[in-house]
């Protein structure tokens, strides 16, 4: 099995988190060797602007798997624009390899079609990196092998068709690259819907969804975190754990936070996560008093963060999940977000969480208000979304039905290729030819 990530562990992010959790799923039950190939960045930055000292692909061995990084190609002046023109030519798969987003790394691309190793099945995820997807396919054409893909989706504005990130996200080279794939795995039925509207077959679509593993985000110490961010417990905190960013509503928190402080209300906001520029600007001409910058996370920084704060503010606008929001509720935290992407499905309504207008900071300042002034409206929001947690969010659920889809999938796949070659070569094959190499399977 390869997998292909725009980045890898150590490196932060939802998508990354998830890439190692497949991984070291599909070594440990599944028996498979996984190689990952990913990119050397650990920041997003140095997708577009790698270290100058990662010039050659690294490979390392860890418990899960065999990693390979692939350095990015290196900025140069102009990059986006050379890009932007290179991408207009009407091909999707010369799109795919050429729009500016994308962390281009010739070396994959060229390992794609040489690789000699044993494949399965190849996996990428997650759009819109469609450079590292199209290698993906081109290593599963090249082997013929299936190719599946979870590409966490961001689509924006629920109540808006025509949401540009939307649009970003479904651009046609990348409703090419979904149409590729062998199975398509979603997060939401919103999700599902969107790929169904880029024609991808409806029995390759799967709903899976996301889990949440409470060992790894909950037992933190609510009262010596708060004394160090210097922090009463009777004031309410508002926590945001994210790549601090205006897509992920970072800036909007922090303009919802002045307006509830003109307005008298008591409260703090704690962001943690690593700062994009855009972020960095913003933040270098706030002086707000009331608001704490932790910067990424260590495992146990985030089971304090959790622990020490009252609810979890996530307003993004490209979110297809939002893990935190499940690692909050474990902690029996309420979540408020937008009515967008993931979160906007995930969080119900005044039952567990409060969702306000995409891009609204007046109606986020309001929800944000609601909870903050009502302890007890926080305590059974954040208890109904804990229930939730044991019944819909266990990952042996969600990481049980990839390896079947992938297992069934492989196996359908090479019982064709059986067939096909039995009838060309009738007399080259035994009668259990066929049914040996159907059982070959993804692994050992």
């Not at 290179?86 to 010369?94: I, N, Y």
């Not at 013929?144 to 504005?157: A, E, I, N, R, S």
């Not at 703090?268 to 707000?288: E, H, I, Y």
């Not at 969600?398 to 007399?427: G, N, Y």
Request: proline residues 7%.
């Amino acid at each position: 099995m390869v997998l292909c990530v725009h980045r890898y562990p150590p490196a932060l992010g939802g998508a990354e988190t998830y890439a190692q959790r497949l991984a070291g799923y599909l070594h440990a039950e599944g028996g498979c060797h996984v190689r990952v190939w990913t990119t050397t960045a650990r920041t997003l930055e140095q997708m577009w602007h790698p270290l100058p000292s990662l010039y050659s692909p690294i490979r390392e061995r860890r418990g899960e798997a065999v990693i390979e990084r692939f350095p990015p190609l290196r900025g140069f002046p102009g990059r986006r624009w050379v890009l932007k023109a290179l991408s207009l030519l009407p091909h999707p798969l010369w799109r795919s390899l050429t729009v500016p987003c994308n962390p281009i790394c010739p070396s994959m691309w060229h390992q794609a079609q040489r690789y000699a190793g044993p494949v399965h099945a190849v996996h990428a995820l997650a759009f819109p990196y469609a450079f590292i997807a199209a290698c993906a396919w081109r290593l599963a054409r090249c082997r013929q092998v299936p190719f599946f893909l979870t590409p966490f989706l961001h689509f924006g504005d629920l109540n808006d068709p025509r949401d540009p990130i939307r649009r970003a996200y479904t651009a046609w080279h990348l409703r090419w690259l979904l149409r590729q794939a062998d199975g398509v795995f979603v997060q939401t039925e919103a999700e599902r819907q969107v790929v169904l509207a880029c024609g991808v077959a409806p029995q390759r679509v799967h709903l899976q969804g996301m889990g949440v593993d409470i060992r790894e985000c909950t037992g933190g110490n609510r009262r010596e975190t708060r004394r160090r961010w210097g922090i009463d417990e009777q004031t309410p905190v508002i926590g945001h754990l994210a790549n601090l960013s205006r897509a992920k509503g970072t800036i909007d928190l922090l303009q919802a936070a002045e307006r509830l402080q003109k307005r008298g209300i008591p409260c703090r906001l704690v962001l943690a996560g690593p700062a994009m520029p855009d972020f960095r600007r913003v933040w270098s001409q706030c002086s707000g008093s009331d608001i704490v910058y932790l910067g990424p996370l260590s495992p146990q920084q985030k089971k304090d963060f959790f622990a020490a704060i009252d609810l979890l503010a996530l307003p993004s606008r490209t979110d297809s999940f939002g893990l935190v929001l499940l690692e909050a509720w474990a902690n029996a935290r309420p979540n408020v977000a937008y009515r967008a992407g993931g979160p906007g499905v995930l969080i119900r309504h005044e039952q567990d969480g409060l969702l306000a207008r995409c891009g609204d900071v007046n109606d986020l300042t309001e929800q944000l208000a609601r909870l903050l002034c009502n302890p007890s409206w926080r305590t059974m929001m954040g208890s109904r979304g804990q229930q939730r947690i044991a019944h819909e969010f266990q990952w042996q659920d969600k990481l049980d039905l990839v390896w079947q889809v992938m297992a069934e999938t492989a196996q359908r796949k090479q019982q064709r290729s059986s067939r096909t070659l039995i009838s060309l070569f009738p007399s080259s094959f035994p009668a259990s030819a066929a049914s040996t190499q159907a059982g070959a399977g993804l692994c050992r």
